[in-house]
Structure formats: structure tokens, C-alpha cells
């Protein structure tokens, strides 16, 4: 059974740094494309970030040069650092595991996605 288990969300001041964690089990990380999205309160999901097998990286434009993706094959977690955190980046973090496709087709449109995590919450605020 593919499981992603999210970590390393909660209260972070603006301008601070969390690190969130995806971790697979059930299925090697690596041969999957890994998207992190997020949903604020009355808003729609969005594709923050997301990372192919091979490595190739996309990221919403509003978290361009603050957030950074990333994995380790041997630990088989994908990571997404985020610096300069901003009130608006306040959302449930949810990551996902999608076979076989782009990372921009899954950044911005998840097809037929294998695994989601249960998510964890990111809240900004002073």
C-alpha cells in the first residue's frame, strides 16, 4: 500500500523557516513525481512545488527563490524548505506521488495521482 506521511508543520513567525518532510513507504520515492500543494481556508488547493525522478524541480511563483525542494533517495522523503515565510503562506501542506508524469503538469493539474498525504498545517502569524 503507498502511504505519504507529512511532518514539520506548525507556528512560525513571518520570516521564519520551516522544513516540512514526505515520507513514502510502500513504494520507492524515486520513481515518482513528488508535488507539494497547499490549501488555505476557503481557497482552492495549489501546486506549491514539485520534483521528478529525475530530478527536475518546478515552483509556483509565489514561492519562487523562499521555498526549496528536494529528496533523499536513501531515506526515501522528499523535503520542501521554506524560508521568508509569509502570512499568506498559511495553508494545510498536503504532498503527493504521481507516476510517470511532468512536474508541471503536476504542479498545476494532478491527474491520476497514486498517493496523498494527510497533510500538515503551516501557520504564519506574529
Known amino acids: 500500500q503507498l502511504q505519504l506521511v507529512e511532518s514539520g508543520g506548525g507556528l512560525v513567525q513571518p520570516g521564519g523557516s520551516l522544513r516540512l518532510s514526505c515520507a513514502a513507504s510502500?513504494?520507492?520515492?524515486?520513481?515518482?513525481?513528488i508535488g507539494w500543494f497547499r490549501q488555505a481556508p476557503g481557497k482552492e488547493r495549489e501546486g506549491v512545488s514539485c520534483?521528478?525522478?529525475?530530478?527536475?524541480?518546478n515552483y509556483a511563483e509565489s514561492v519562487k527563490g523562499r521555498f526549496t525542494i528536494s529528496k533523499d533517495n536513501a531515506k526515501n522523503t522528499v523535503y520542501l524548505q521554506m524560508n521568508s515565510l509569509k502570512f499568506e503562506d498559511t495553508a494545510i501542506y498536503y504532498c503527493?506521488?504521481?507516476?510517470?508524469?511532468?512536474?508541471?503538469?503536476?504542479?498545476?493539474?494532478?491527474?491520476?495521482?497514486?498517493?496523498w498525504g494527510q497533510g500538515t498545517l503551516v501557520t504564519v502569524s506574529s
Open positions: 503527493a506521488a504521481e507516476w510517470g508524469t511532468s512536474v508541471m503538469a503536476m504542479c498545476v493539474k494532478p491527474g491520476n495521482v497514486d498517493a
Open positions: 520534483i521528478s525522478s529525475g530530478g527536475s524541480t
Open positions: 510502500g513504494f520507492t520515492l524515486n520513481y515518482y513525481t
